[in-house]
Structure formats: structure tokens, C-alpha cells
């Protein structure tokens, strides 16, 4: 067996306590299977997620990074995720001139409704980081930076 | 009359009148260098000096806390620079009632001995958003250039030749912090990146600690940076940061319109939201 078989990446999902989180719980609950790859970080909103958290999933051996929140319309706090939207509009571009894999960078809006996309998603994205293999460039820099 | 006279005699008429209790412009600094000078009497507005060297921008110093002592301010912008006031004005850093701006006609400066990249598509020659501008006798055509000419070299790598082309680059940053001090937007009491409760980013200056820092820079000043090339001509790596920001700006000139700098009566792009912001990336 070769360790692209075997290989189990790391996926980390930031998420947002009002749609996406309830939206996972809902996957529990309905007894919906998803990869077990997926660490689960839920913070107030997706307003709240910070780029530096993206990198430092990265820097701490992410191997995909997935950022999820409400639908537009929907945030709690009316307007958190079109905020958020505009700044990842920006980032994209700025890791893209950098070259950092992009990805490795999933977003989408999940609600508390959608257990099953949210399987189905987590599902996809395992699947693609599986295909796409470890992320060594990321974990080199590390590496070099911890020895 | 020269340009130079021109301004010494404006910046004094300023000084003898109250308008301002400080003049902040260009002069022979210490090294014997043009640096900015801080002239509080009106009998010393003649050491003011303006030429293609004056490439500092000096509206950095509007923040510093022992200039802000020295009382209402006169300030002596460029136009690009002047670009900067307009973003700090927008975010509420300073009070334009309480100072005075001197804007001078600009046709580029030097940096190193060459031309900054900026000046090849200036199109601020005349300062725009001033209370005086210092025109000059001879006119020059404004420059044809694109602002976006130098990401092309980025533009023809693909993404895996752009992360060693940045490997490169940022592994010779020293985390000297020069690229923060003299940018103009860069004006938080306390950096994020000095705050150690909780660290937020890695502050050794390896490569992981280095991309983090010029990541962090470049995207707190996305829809924000000017243009200056301050952060450029400051860094004694000779890293071109202003690649970065320029990949932003276009970015924001792309996707929202926005173009920091140009007007001084809108919102500032990132604190502000369209329910129109595209999302084809988002699932």
C-alpha cells in the first residue's frame, strides 16, 4: 500500500456558533457519517474569523482549511458574514500572489438546516485533500523554523 | 520664482499668521541626507527643502505622539502622499479643520539613484484634497504607465514558482519592522504583532514567522494602501513588499471599484459590505 492510501489529512473548519456549527450537530444527530478528519473550531460568527487563524491551521499541520458560516441574510448578527465575505474576496487574491495553495481553502454557507450538505461537503473535501496529499510545502516551513 | 521659494515663503506666511504651530517638510537631516525637519520658527521656513529627493512620506509623522506635542500641524505632501491623508482621514486618524495641508506639484522622485516604481504612473503631479498647492513654472506631461505593471512577473508563475519566488524574498527578512514604521497607514498604538497576550502570530524572523508578519502586513492594509512605496524603499532586505500591495489594491480596483486615496467621502472598503459581493467561490 503506498501512503498516499494511507495518508489521513487534517482538516480544520472554523465555523460559526449559529448556522454551521447547528448544522454539524445536525449531521450527529440525524446519524449522518463524515470523515473523521474533520477538527471542528466554532467561534461566534464568521465576522469573527480572523485571516491569522487560516495561516496559523496551516503553520500548526492543516491540511485543508474549510471556513464556513450563514447564509447570506441569515447571520445573527445581521450583517457578520458579509463583512467576512469581502475580506476573503481580498485574501484569496493575496494567498494566490503568494502562492500559497488555495486549494486548500474552502468556503462555503451551511445552515443549521443542512445536515446533509454539510456531510456531503466535509465529505468532498477530505476526498480532495486526500487527492491533493499532505501539504509539505507548509510543513517544511515549519519544520525548518522549529529546529 | 522656484518651487523651493515658493514653499519656504508659504510655509513661513503659515507659521507668522497661527495657522499652524509646526511646519513637518523636507531637509538636510543629520546624515546629510533629505529627511523631514520640523520647523516650529518662522526665521528657520528657509531650511525647507524641495527636490526630486524628497521621497519620505511624511504624513507617517502626523501620528507619532512627540510630533502631535509640537502642536497644529503644516504638512507638505506629495501627491501621493496626499493619497494617505485622505485614507486617514477617512478612518477618523486626523482632523483636516485642525491642519493645513501644503501640497507640492510633483514630476517623481528617486530612491536609490533610480526613479520609483510609483512615479511611472503617477497621476497626482498636481496633489489633489490640499489647502495650497506649490505649482511649478515649467510643466511636464503626466506619466503613461500602469500602476499594475510590475505583477505581471508574479501573474506569468504559476503557484508553485510564486511560493519559491516568496521563499526567496522573505527569507532574507530581518523582522526589523521598518516596512510598519514608515507606513502612514500603520498607525495602531500597540501592533498586533507586539502584543503577547495571546501571541498571535510567530514573531522569529524564520520563514514561517516571516510569512506570517508580511502576510499580516499586506492584508491590514488591503483596500487601504495607497501606493506610497514607503514599506518598499524602508526595507533593508530590499524585499519588494510592494508587490503585495499592489496584488490588493488591484484586487479592490477589480472586484469592488475601490480605489484608496482617491475620495475623501466614502466608507473605507474593508468595514464596509454589498450584499452584491461576488461569491462564486463560496459553496
Redesign the interface.
Known amino acids: 500500500m503506498s501512503s498516499a492510501d494511507t495518508f489521513e489529512p487534517k482538516v480544520i473548519a472554523f465555523v460559526c456558533n449559529w448556522c454551521t456549527y447547528l448544522g454539524a450537530d445536525l449531521a450527529g444527530t440525524s446519524r449522518l457519517e463524515y470523515p473523521h478528519n474533520l477538527r471542528i473550531i466554532r467561534l461566534p460568527c464568521t465576522g469573527r474569523i480572523d485571516?491569522?487563524l487560516i495561516?496559523?491551521a496551516f503553520?500548526n499541520g492543516a491540511d485543508s482549511v474549510l471556513v464556513s458560516g450563514c447564509h447570506?441574510?441569515d447571520c445573527h448578527y445581521t450583517?457578520g458574514n458579509?463583512?467576512a465575505?469581502?475580506?476573503?474576496?481580498?485574501?484569496?487574491?493575496?494567498l494566490?500572489?503568494?502562492?500559497?495553495?488555495?486549494q486548500r481553502i474552502?468556503?462555503?454557507?451551511i445552515s443549521a438546516a443542512e445536515g446533509t450538505k454539510f456531510q456531503k461537503?466535509i465529505k468532498e473535501i477530505v476526498e480532495k485533500t486526500k487527492a491533493l496529499g499532505p501539504y509539505n510545502?507548509m510543513k517544511e516551513?515549519?519544520r525548518?523554523?522549529n529546529t | 520664482m522656484p518651487q523651493q521659494e515658493k514653499l519656504q515663503q508659504k510655509a513661513k506666511e503659515i507659521l507668522l499668521e497661527k495657522k499652524a504651530d509646526v511646519v513637518i517638510g523636507y531637509g538636510k537631516v543629520e546624515t546629510g541626507n533629505i529627511g523631514a525637519v520640523f520647523i516650529t520658527d518662522p526665521e528657520r521656513t528657509g531650511e525647507l527643502v524641495w527636490n526630486n529627493l524628497c521621497t519620505t512620506n511624511l504624513s507617517v509623522y502626523l501620528k507619532r505622539k512627540e510630533i502631535k506635542k509640537l502642536g497644529k500641524p503644516c504638512i507638505i505632501v506629495k501627491g501621493c502622499d496626499a493619497k494617505a491623508l485622505a485614507v486617514l482621514e477617512i478612518e477618523n486618524q486626523i482632523d483636516r479643520s485642525a491642519m493645513t495641508v501644503i501640497g507640492v506639484e510633483c514630476f517623481g522622485v528617486q530612491d536609490r539613484c533610480e526613479p520609483q516604481y510609483k512615479c511611472a504612473s503617477c497621476n497626482v503631479q498636481l496633489p489633489p484634497h490640499c489647502d495650497f498647492v506649490i505649482e511649478r513654472d515649467t510643466k511636464q506631461s503626466a506619466p503613461q504607465g500602469s500602476r499594475y505593471e510590475k505583477l505581471e512577473m508574479l501573474d506569468n508563475m504559476d503557484s508553485k514558482e510564486r511560493f519559491e519566488y516568496w521563499k526567496q524574498e522573505l527569507s532574507r527578512c530581518i523582522k526589523c519592522y521598518a516596512c510598519r514604521q514608515n507606513c502612514p497607514m500603520c498607525y495602531c498604538d500597540v501592533c498586533v504583532v507586539d502584543k503577547n497576550r495571546p501571541i498571535r502570530i510567530d514573531t522569529s524572523a524564520t520563514l514561517k514567522g516571516n510569512f506570517a508578519w508580511n502576510i499580516l502586513r499586506a492584508f491590514h492594509l488591503a483596500g487601504r494602501c495607497v501606493g506610497c512605496g514607503a514599506c518598499s524603499a524602508a526595507c533593508p532586505a530590499g524585499i519588494d513588499l510592494d508587490l503585495l500591495n499592489l496584488t490588493l489594491a488591484k484586487a479592490s480596483e477589480e472586484n469592488f471599484g475601490y480605489i484608496a486615496g482617491v475620495q475623501r467621502n466614502v466608507e473605507p472598503l474593508v468595514g464596509t459590505f454589498s450584499p452584491d459581493d461576488k461569491e462564486e467561490f463560496i459553496r
Open positions: 485571516f491569522n495561516i496559523k503553520e447570506p441574510g450583517s458579509f463583512h465575505r469581502r475580506r476573503w474576496i481580498l485574501f484569496r487574491e493575496l494566490e500572489a503568494l502562492g500559497i495553495d488555495s474552502h468556503f462555503s454557507w461537503f510545502e516551513i515549519v525548518q523554523a
